[in-house]
């Protein structure tokens, strides 16, 4: 991420404040995992000299250790160090990253759909006609089993077997219920695209990207329901649209010049009780939003 925007003595309390909101969840979710704050420093400290050294150079001059100590406030002996240390690189799990592309196949072919454009069921195996084995051959570039890979989806979750033996796809694919390293990949990958969209359009970058929200209270439980049954079609419906277009584009950009760009479109749904408000007088109440 380029500065873009004029730099700030000190940060604004609105950034501030919506620093700790979006922090809230996350410092949850590291106590659930036992991962105390000394720990998470060292994590932050890596990351600072890190992004430092790759995000903030100055144009025609080398990085220094001095320089990315004055940006991070961490001292220049720390900075030394890690910078010598090679940061892992951030890869998905071989199930989670062959899986994807299984299944951005199976959701966006011609051949594996029906009239309705959904994902038809396969036979295990075959020689003639479409089947599950030949799905995993097309897609892996290696030896890879479908039987592994069948095994695997059922074990958690994304595929199931129908009363005549055939795979199904799970509508909610790929949204594993067991495989925490996957699942925590998708965290990552996800969250990191998200922040980094609306981190793009705080500093003003140019062009802006697509961020959008819908968001109301006061709402009884079976609206929520009702809300959640739409939002799944829909934001279903979209997600498999994008991938057929997405898919047919990347085949046609193969060998392109300028074919070196990615991008990530997601959709969440998330529900909690709201806290209420009190007002100046003491009283509970909760304004509407939208």
Known sequence: MKETSTPIKEPSKA???????????????????????????????????????????????????????????????????????????????????????????????????????????????????????????????????????????????VAKMDDKDHVVLNNDAFVPKHGFDDKAFFFGKHLHDHISASAHNLTNGEPPQFDRGVFYNNLTTESIETLRELIEVQATALLVSVNKEAKALQIDDRGKEGANQRFNLGAYFWVEEQAPKKDVEGKKEADDEK
């Open 15 to 157: 950034f501030i404040k919506a620093l700790h909101h979006l922090l809230r969840p996350l410092v949850r979710l590291l106590l659930h995992f036992q991962i105390t704050y000394p720990s998470l420093g060292n994590i932050l400290k890596q990351l600072y000299v890190d992004v430092a050294e790759r995000d903030f150079k100055l144009e025609g001059k080398a990085q220094t250790d001095s320089r990315i100590s004055l940006l991070t406030g961490i001292h220049r002996k720390d900075v030394k160090r890690l910078r010598e240390v090679s940061e892992e690189a951030y890869v998905p799990s071989a199930t989670a990253s062959l899986g994807s592309q299984i299944i951005a196949r199976w959701l966006s072919d011609p051949a594996y759909l029906n009239a309705e454009g959904l994902p038809i069921a396969l036979p295990k195996s075959g020689d003639k006609g479409l089947s599950f084995d030949q799905l995993v051959k097309e897609v892996a570039k290696q030896d890879i089993r479908s039987r592994a890979v069948l095994d695997e989806w059922v074990r958690l979750g």
